[in-house]
């Protein structure tokens, strides 16, 4: 059986190979490199966007919630859509922006203080969503070859995989290796659910087996911790650099706007099945090795709850995937590094060679960064959602300001940005994995109340600390001039789309 996994595997691994090859001919330029020369159609959007937003957070974060805590799970997931009913009325005004980063927009609207620190927290958080990506390729590697594989062996592997197929080709290589991904995922899920179905005994199998809780709206999630699953989610989805990438690389506003319907629908879908997933290994997988990590439930079940030519397919459909989100996740802050910070500061002039050599090296280093934090992650449900929550609150507020307040200043986004980026960071360092850490006894912080924090993210005081200062400042300094304003709210948009 192992060696029709390692086969299957293989064989996905050389398809990618061979999209990113072909590609890489055709990136001769920054654009190229950056936004597939702004050239996508809206069927490859589709699948690339999809791609993009389901990896290691909904396979292994979302599974193992929906293990243990039933279809009340979608809580994490619905925020997502939530998100996308939302994008539809932003995707044309995005590709109609049509830059290459969220960076530059903040710069646009806001000021190179706004660009830099925008810079500064997208790093923090994709990096860390990489590093969770590297845990889920190691943990299916060690399933199929546990004599041969570690799991820790297994990061290193996933992560030269990665690195390898981001900094081949760049957007063209991620948004058509995505497009394989998509459909093999979709396929392989729709038809392994309903054969693990009918192992649990179908509906009512599962019914009796789970408690009540498993089925209800709540489930055994009070309302606030289920906001704390949505919120993030959601506001990640708002201002999701990847996204507004994608967007900026469609050939057109209609495709841009298509591409997201077809999101919406493949989303709703597949969270859905990989939840519905999950409760089901729960029945037919209660105890043993999977319950000591319930994240890996989907790939255990695949290797030992479905026929092994199905169960093959679907361990390979979710290492694509979770290979995929790798790659989206850190081919986007080496954008960051390269636009905004060495194209912008450090060599304005540079040529189109020098840049994708630079951009390739930013990729390999990014990559290394995810992987040391990879090797020192407790929980990768609690590391998703502080990175969500960090680009939730620090960014997602400023860039839907962009779009739809014309009062909204640089002053005030650079406080949101900031106090959104601190209190994410510092409320984790006070509260590490939901513990309660000992330097925040020590300055005098009751041990009742800190315990009471310890239980609940930090979505809530970072989203109101960055909001209240983006309103605030905002109120309080001189309003943005008629040029900025204009870039998103008048004429100069329309022409820059001409």
């Known amino acids: ?3 029709l996994y390692a086969i299957v595997l293989g064989a996905i691994v050389l398809s990618l190979l061979t999209v990113s090859l072909t590609r890489i001919r055709r990136v001769k330029t920054k654009a190229d490199f950056l936004v597939a020369g702004r050239t996508l159609p809206a069927f490859v959007l589709i699948f690339t966007l999809l791609s993009s937003w389901i990896g290691s957070g909904s396979l292994l974060a979302g599974a193992e919630n929906a293990y243990k805590h039933g279809f009340a799970a979608l ?24 830059q290459f980063t969220i960076p530059d927009l903040l710069e646009a609207r806001y000021s190179q203080t706004a660009r830099v620190l925008g810079v500064i927290a997208i790093l923090f958080a994709y990096t860390a969503i990489a590093s969770y ?14 004599t041969v594989i570690s799991a820790t062996l297994g990061k290193y592997i996933m992560t030269a995989f990665v690195v390898a197929f981001t900094a081949f080709a760049g957007m063209a290589s991620v948004a058509y290796m995505d497009l394989v991904i998509g459909l093999l995922a979709t396929i392989t899920m729709l038809i392994a659910l309903p054969v693990l179905m009918h192992s649990a005994g179908g509906w009512s199998g599962l019914t009796h087996a789970l408690p009540a809780t498993h089925f209800q709206v709540f489930g ?11 919120l993030p989610t959601l506001l990640l989805m708002l ?6 990438q994608k967007f900026f690389s469609a050939k057109s506003e209609r495709d841009a706007r298509v591409a997201v319907v077809g999101w919406v629908i493949g989303t709703v879908i597949l969270e859905t099945v990989i939840v519905a997933l999950a409760v089901v290994g729960s029945v037919l997988f209660p105890t043993g090795e999977v319950a000591q990590r319930p994240r890996e439930i989907i790939a255990y079940m695949a290797l030992h709850g479905l026929p092994a030519l199905l169960g093959a397919l679907l361990m390979g459909a979710v290492f694509a995937k979770i290979m995929s ?35 390739r090296l930013m990729v390999v280093l990014l990559g290394i960064w995810a992987l040391y934090q990879a090797m020192n992650i407790g929980s990768v449900l609690q590391q998703t959602l502080y990175a969500y929550t960090v680009y939730s609150a620090a960014l997602t507020p400023v860039i839907l300001a962009a779009f739809y307040s014309k009062r909204a200043n640089a002053a005030g986004a650079v406080t949101a940005i900031a106090a959104g980026t601190v209190v994410t960071v510092g409320w984790n360092t006070a509260f590490p994995d939901g513990n309660v850490s000992h330097w925040l006894l020590r300055t005098g912080f009751s041990p009742h109340l800190a315990a009471q924090l310890s239980q609940h993210d930090a979505i809530f005081p970072a989203l109101v600390a960055a909001v209240l200062g983006l309103v605030i400042v905002s109120a309080l300094t001189k309003a943005p001039s008629q040029a900025q304003l204009d870039l998103f709210h008048g004429t100069t948009a329309e022409a820059a789309a001409d």
């Open 325 to 359: 989100t790798a790659n989206n996740f850190l081919f986007s802050p080496a954008t960051n590094l390269i636009n905004d910070i060495f194209v912008r500061y450090i060599s304005p002039n540079a040529s189109n060679k020098r840049i994708l050599l630079v951009s």
């Open 75 to 98: 809580w994490q997931a619905a925020g997502g859509w939530f998100g996308l009913l939302l994008i539809y009325f932003i995707a044309p005004r995005a590709r109609k922006f049509a």
């Open 220 to 230: 055994d999630f009070s309302f606030v911790q289920a906001m704390e699953l949505m």
């Open 1 to 3: 059986m192992s060696s």
């Open 239 to 244: 201002g999701n650099q990847a996204m507004y």
């Open 133 to 146: 990506q590297l845990i889920g390729g190691g943990d299916i590697l060690h399933l199929v070859f546990p």
